[in-house]
């Protein structure tokens, strides 16, 4: 393979490398470059996206180029079909979001910041993306955590975006060191095993991938089944699933188009690309991992559902609807553990569909909180469809997809899982087989009604706010990436059968009877009807829950943030660290003590070597004086 290649590989992640610190030091005088540059970089990597997968598809061959690091842990690229298909959805959907923040961002002082560490957020996703090794990825997995905690928090000077950039960075780090205590237990079985695995560089991705079955049978599939439920712990915090997501709603605090990459492009796709990029292993491990990958996914798909029906903050709403959605994709890499490789497959394709229609859908709010002076509130907007006519209609758009309306390119990738799902309860042939088509298939009908809640609120009826009544479209040009983001939206599903084949050319459609097939298109119709029977009127302002003790819980996300802000953080890991706090103050103290005393001793006996010969006499008789009187009183004597 010539050396080119190898170049476009690495030139993926160096050229928003590059970008980040060229559009931070020229937009320090030149503010109004520093998203040209950012973009032009970010285009720059989707060139070389776009070369490699060339040369891939004409080779046949990943691209893998390493070179050695510390120890026997090897350094370098590894870009497979999995890993360009990856690169390529990035790199375009973080361009698309960096041309629109250019208008978005246009009156804030420091967009050169801005810019700089959005493109390093990029950066940090392209390089957990084609490394080679475990290490690797989770320094880049690292980086893209440490800039989601600073875009998060760009608006520093909000109380609330501080807050919720120290959340995400909190919660992350829990998933991110059970994710490293599965490297370390990985790395030590197969250090044991060296000599008959024949491993150069234990944690390299190709290694690991290409020998998942020689390396359960040396360490056991148990061993291997732990080290894969570790990996989940860490993708479930960085792909915000249950118990773990409780970061991603508060990170809404951040500017709109950060929310848009974090939730199409960059850090909560990185934990289902983790799993998927390791599949063999959890394949190859006991079957609770991929069970647990199932059961988590679908489980979370409908817990985010309920939480999103009850959200009026229009960004939360998308956010809940991303936890849900991402479950749908760590669902369908689950159920591979039944009908097979091709479940990584549909989980991908959700990904890369879901990529198009949530930016979209964030990037076009995006535009109407401008428009609305960043009024989020859904009960305050009203009517919007008039007086928006263009973004609102790229709004449906995105809704529609995200619905799995029929035709949309989310109609092809996640209604293909919920038919899978049902397939794997055939052959699983028991209740725990059956709950994830349950979740799913009813988590599609939440889909339906938080997301039509949303839209009938925001476009119908009239205004009911002074911004709302005169909200105007932005100018066609900062719409233009958008339009690309509602073509991918519409249009994706028709390379349905090509993207399956290119992951995996024996994939297999799951085939159902037409009454199981079409439930979630029947569950869809009764969530559009009952939606715009309630929300397309006026009819919702007579509905009051307040007093429902359901309606309570879930306004409350079912305390789950009580219990980990007032009870675990204030009640156990406050005192513990207050304990440990104080121990460590009176061990210091006491040292500090010792060292005092000793110098103190050590001053008193210089004084005595004065050189006064009749001093050193009285100390050594009354030295034997002493050793006498203890002889004596022992009994030696």
Known sequence: MSATIYWYGWLIVISPLVGFLA?????????????????????????????????????????????????????????????????????????????????????????HTYFAETSLFTAGMLGLIVASNLVLFFLFWELVGLCSYLLIGFWFFKPNATAAAKKAFIVTRVGDLLFLVGMAILYASLSAHISVLGANSPLSIPYLITNAKAIATAIGPTTLGIVSVLFLAGAAGKSAQFPLHVWIPDAMEGPTTVSALIHA??????????????????????????????????????????????????????????????????????????????????????????????????????????????????????????????????????????????????????????????????????????????????????????????????????????LAEHAKDPKLLPLIPLFFLAAGALFLGIVQPQFYGFLYPSYIMPSLPYYIQYLPEVLMVIGLVVTYFLYGTDRWKKLHFDNSPWYKVVRNKFYLDTLFTNIIAERVIAPVSAGFGAFESAYNKAIDSIGTGTIGLGSRMRKLQNGIVENYFVIILIGMSIILLIMILEGVL
């Open 23 to 111: 559009s931070y030091i020229a937009g320090r005088k030149y503010r109004i470059t520093a998203g040209i540059i950012a973009s032009t970089a970010i285009g720059l990597s989707l060139v070389f996206s776009i070369l490699t997968l060339l040369k891939i598809n004409s080779s046949g061959q990943p691209i893998y180029n390493h070179f050695k690091w510390f120890f026997n842990i090897d350094a370098g690229i590894y870009i497979d079909h999995l890993a360009i298909i990856m690169a390529l959805m990035v790199s375009f959907v973080s361009l698309m979001i960096h041309l629109f923040a250019i208008y978005y961002m246009k009156d804030d002082p420091n967009k």
């Open 265 to 466: 492009a960059t850090m909560v796709t990185a934990g289902v690309y983790l799993v998927a990029r390791v599949f063999p292993i959890f394949y190859a491990s006991s079957s609770f991992a991929l069970y647990s990958v199932a059961i988590l996914g679908s489980f979370t798909a409908i817990y985010a559902g309920i939480l999103g029906l009850v959200m009026n903050d229009i960004k939360r709403v998308l956010a809940y609807s991303t936890i849900s959605q991402i479950g749908y994709m760590m669902a369908a890499i689950g159920l591979a553990g039944i009908i097979g490789y091709s479940g990584v497959a549909y989980g991908i394709f959700q990904l890369v569909t879901h990529a198009f229609f949530k930016a979209l859908l964030f990037v076009s709010t995006g535009a109407i909180l401008i428009a609305l002076l960043e009024l989020r509130d859904i009960k305050k907007m009203g009517g919007l469809w008039k007086r928006m006519p263009m973004t609102v209609t790229l709004l449906l758009i995105g809704a529609a997809a995200l619905i799995a309306f029929p035709g949309t390119s989310g109609y092809f990738s996640k209604d293909t899982i919920i038919s899978a799902s049902y397939v794997y309860y055939l052959h699983g042939g028991n209740i725990a087989s059956m709950l994830p088509w349950l979740f799913l298939l009813l988590g599609s009908l939440l889909t339906t009604l938080y997301t039509f809640r949303m839209f009938f609120l925001v476009a119908m009826g009239k205004p009911r706010s002074d």
